[in-house]
């Protein structure tokens, strides 16, 4: 069963959500039947590759709240996330553009490496306060997650992955989503918002469910002869 999920790299409630996902997931007994698949959704789209703002100003001169105000916001932010055992610097974030960051994921994905792409740019804008704009950040990112450092650059190069971050972005408006994180289950059920993992777990044993009586596990009646196994053996 697909679970798709509208992501920013640069929303905090999509790490925390993604946290509180897998652990839900942790004790959903037919967890190995889940497909996870990372969808493009960007908060900002007009804003620029080089880094102009920190979080706090950007929250200050864009959303038009008080120093103070967004101050108290990020602490909370902060001790949630601390809550499911992340680490925010939200004071060193630097606020960028993130389609390149979304380009990268989207040819991670081809490479069945797409939930990894996303952890370790969670884990670059949120706690180590790098730019997730810059394409050097983003092929180490690529190197240390498994990816040949020549064919990352065809993230960047290439206009099929920068259109798919818009398919995904305009599916996104077709289906509802006004914010993210998003998680679609099976295209029937959807929870919005980083929810605690049994709301999650809650959602799964639902949809899950009706999907499996869609989708009856084959059990056949086998009739054993010589053979040959994927490890060598042949008897």
């Known amino acids: 069963m697909k679970i798709e999920i509208w992501s920013d790299v640069m929303c905090p409630f999509c790490y925390i959500g993604k946290r509180n996902l897998e652990t839900a997931l942790e004790q959903f007994p037919h967890k190995n039947h889940i497909e996870i698949i990372w969808k493009s959704y960007q908060l900002d789209p007009a804003f620029p590759e080089s880094v102009t703002e920190d979080y706090q100003q950007y929250l200050v001169k864009r959303k038009g709240m008080t120093a103070e105000q967004v101050k108290g916001m990020l602490n909370n932010v902060t001790q949630t996330a601390k809550k499911v055992g992340l680490d925010y610097y939200l004071d060193k974030s630097v ?41 050097d950040t983003l092929t180490q990112i690529g190197k240390d997650i498994g990816l040949d450092e020549t064919e990352i650059k065809t993230a960047f190069t290439d206009e099929k992955y920068a259109a798919q ?7 996104a408006q077709q289906i509802g989503v006004q914010g993210v994180p998003f998680f679609v289950l099976d295209r029937k059920y959807a929870v919005s918002g980083a929810q605690p993992p049994q709301a999650f777990l809650e959602s799964l044993e639902k949809s899950f469910s009706e999907w499996r009586e869609k989708n009856p596990v084959t059990k056949l ?4 002869g010589q053979s040959c196994t994927p490890d060598g053996i042949c008897e």
């Open 95 to 135: 606020i960028v553009n993130s389609l390149n960051a979304h380009k990268f994921i989207q040819f991670s994905k081809t490479k069945g490496l797409g939930d990894q792409a996303e952890e370790y740019l969670f884990h670059a804008f949120f706690t180590e306060a790098k730019n997730i704009a810059d394409l």
């Open 165 to 171: 971050v818009n398919h995904d972005v305009q599916e």
């Open 221 to 224: 009646d086998i009739t054993q």
